[in-house]
């Protein structure tokens, strides 16, 4: 039985604030320097961007609410599968410019 929509919803929220928390006060130079920051970061974005897979594949017409969701998608896809091409810029550029606004999206989902 698949899961119900507020549940993906629920990850992406719970992945995006564990985000927050491990890069708050922190900047790219922190970043960039810390392998554990990093690796925890990226594995929360892997989480998200499942979760939203997963709502695609389950509530489509969730997924469509969220702008972006496509290339959130294939940003996992490059974590997980062209892991040695990250690029930390890249990815504190993600935590830093696309996720208040996904948070935002998601949160109000769950209010709905």
């Not at 960039?32 to 989480?47: F, G, K, P, W, Y």
């Not at 961007?49 to 469509?64: C, R, W």
């Not at 974590?79 to 109000?108: C, F």
């Amino acid at each position: 039985m698949p899961r119900e929509p507020a549940k993906y919803l629920f990850d992406i929220q719970q992945a995006a604030d564990r985000i927050e928390r491990f890069c708050a006060g922190k900047g790219f130079d922190d970043y960039s320097r810390d392998e554990l920051l990093r690796s925890a970061v990226e594995r929360q974005l892997e989480i998200i961007g499942e979760a939203l897979s997963q709502l695609g594949k389950h509530a489509p017409e969730v997924l469509q609410k969220i702008p972006s969701s496509g290339r959130i998608i294939g940003f996992r896809n490059i974590l997980i599968h062209g892991y040695a091409m990250v690029d930390d810029k890249i990815v504190w550029g993600v935590v830093e410019t696309h996720l208040p606004p996904l948070r935002a999206v998601v949160s109000r989902l769950l209010s709905q």
